[in-house]
RNA sequence: GUCCCCAUCGUCUAGCUUGGUCCAGGACACCGGCCUUUCACGCCGGCAACAGGGGUUCAAAUCCCCUUGGGGACGCCA
């Protein structure tokens, strides 16, 4: 059995974005399952609009996201002597020419065509002029006009398309720098590629490229061209769809593992099975299950795709990816026991690590701010006695244990005669300064009993500093 | 305009290959309820779809055709 090779290339004129993430990721994923390789290839030769930022932003996303390659980064931009190579080649065999129109020329050949009822296409005009390499001549590749292209889509099915439909497009620009469509083919034919899985909007060059092995006398990859990420307006994915880029979802607290989950269902299912670890997906992911629609991207499900990430995650391999978010507040991160700890509490109350980190922030601080709303419905004059006493029996406590804990509330609960919910929350404000937050008992668990302790007592300073004691 | 692709709940999808087990299943969102020291988690329940029209067939979400709708491509971008 051969081995699967799959690549994924990139240009490098912007960020990597969910789609291009996508279809990373299939190619990665599919790869890995057949125990094949998986090739990165950035492709640079759009000069102009090429940079070396994208192209590092890509990669960092890439690995974020934990897509490792086997091969490369190879620039096409360092491979023009290889292309160089093809294009005489097909020169030589009659496959390709010289060509020297102008725009305006070219572009009344379109209008021609356009006004016939057909495609904007080259009419051919210098195919049989043998023109030689001239300053600013092109070169174009002879196409096929007689018959039909089929290509043999493993996720589409065969499609047709008659050549009649196809020019002579330009396969080296006018600077002697070779266009897309020649060097994907010469990329995958020197790199060995055997699959190749892309997106959808490349099902109209493959005839282009197809005539182009068949020109070279190679047998041309497998395809598969997978259906297209939209915006909720049902266009194709752009900045106007808000964030797209993988490191704004990075940014917004998002796991790599959620993402990739969420954009390999996207597309691609298993049976009624959402929820996937990394290791799951390269077992069970092949291109037969694959779907031929175009999808809709929802960040809805995404965040809950996500929530369900972070709790499934162990905290120590959650703490990771948390500190950053951390750090950015200016917190500690180095005690990552507590981290851990912290984790635990509040893993199934956030959605994103953002959620996390401010759920957290109560953690970390020594002085407590009180919510307004929270300290007025529960530091009412009434809690202050059993806070107090409250207060008076944890420090008591030799053990600060989970029993001797419940035995002191049952303590204040009876000399109260309050119910567990009345001391709960006035202490739970104490605590963490919001009427929303963990539970108290695990709450109180991390904190340990000085914590506790000196939070208790600033809260009870703060209610007799701020409520007229009207109740005796 | 021309060519190509697609079409199941609002969204992602299962089912379609090998018609009947589907008055269509799961998930997100939404709405109820339970649990409960808050908020969540969890659990239970609800709402909600085979684009339309023709065929083929005893029988069609599943096969065929047309219409409509959506997307993509037509670059010295990739």
Not at 84 to 113: F, P
Not at 158 to 184: C, H, M
Request: proline share 4%.
């Amino acid at each position: 059995m051969k081995t699967i090779i799959t690549r994924f290339p990139p240009s490098p004129t912007g960020y990597l974005h969910v789609g291009g993430a996508r279809t990373a990721l299939f190619n990665w994923l599919y790869a890995r399952h057949m125990k094949g390789k998986f090739i990165l290839r950035i492709e640079d030769t759009d000069l102009e609009r090429s940079t070396k930022a994208s192209a590092d932003a890509i990669l960092e996303s890439l690995e974020w996201l934990g897509i490792d390659w086997d091969e490369g980064p190879y620039f096409q931009s360092e491979r023009f002597d290889i292309y160089k190579e093809y294009v005489q080649k097909l020169l030589d065999s009659g496959n390709a020419y010289y060509c020297t129109c102008t725009a305006e020329e070219i572009e009344e050949m379109r209008k021609k065509a356009m006004a016939d009822g057909g495609k904007p296409k080259y009419n051919g005009k210098c195919r049989n002029k043998k023109l030689g390499k001239t300053g600013n001549a092109v070169v174009r590749f002879a196409s096929t006009s007689a018959g039909t292209t089929v290509l043999k889509d493993v996720i589409k099915g065969n499609i047709q398309f008659k050549n009649t439909e196809l020019d002579d497009f330009i396969i080296v620009r006018s600077d002697g720098v070779p266009t897309y469509n020649l060097a994907v083919v010469v990329d995958d034919i020197t790199m060995g590629i055997n699959t190749v899985i892309r997106g959808d909007d490349h099902v109209n060059n493959t005839p282009r490229q197809i005539q182009i092995y068949k020109a070279l006398g190679v047998e041309p990859p497998a395809y598969g061209h997978v259906p297209m990420v939209l915006g909720n307006d049902r266009s194709r994915l752009s900045k106007r769809h808000g964030a797209m880029s993988v490191t704004a979802y990075r940014d917004m607290g998002y796991l790599p593992d959620a993402l990739l989950n969420y954009l390999v269902r996207l597309g691609w299912s298993y049976g009624d099975q959402e929820f996937f670890l990394i290791d799951e997906l390269i077992e069970k992911f092949t291109l037969d299950n694959i779907g031929r629609s175009a999808g809709i991207f929802d960040q809805e499900k995404l965040l809950s795709l996500n929530a369900d990430h972070i709790k499934a995650s162990r905290p120590n391999k959650l703490v990771k990816y948390w500190q950053p978010f951390l750090k950015e507040r200016g917190l500690d991160t180095d005690d990552t026991l507590y981290l851990e700890k912290i984790i635990e509490t509040l893993n199934t109350r956030s959605k994103t690590l953002i959620e996390l980190t401010e759920g957290a922030l109560f953690y970390f601080q020594d002085e407590i701010s009180y919510e307004e709303k929270a300290a007025k419905k529960n530091f009412k004059p009434a809690a202050l006695k059993p806070l107090k006493l409250l207060c008076a029996h944890i420090e008591a406590i030799e053990e600060f244990n989970e029993a001797n804990l419940e035995d002191a509330f049952k303590k204040v609960m009876q000399s109260c005669e309050i119910k567990f919910g009345k001391i709960a929350q006035p202490l739970r404000v104490a605590l963490t300064g919001k009427a929303v937050s963990p539970g108290i008992f695990e709450i109180m668990h991390v904190l340990g009993k000085d914590a506790v302790i000196s939070r208790l007592k600033k809260a009870v300073i703060f209610m007799e500093a701020s409520t007229p004691p009207l109740s005796a």
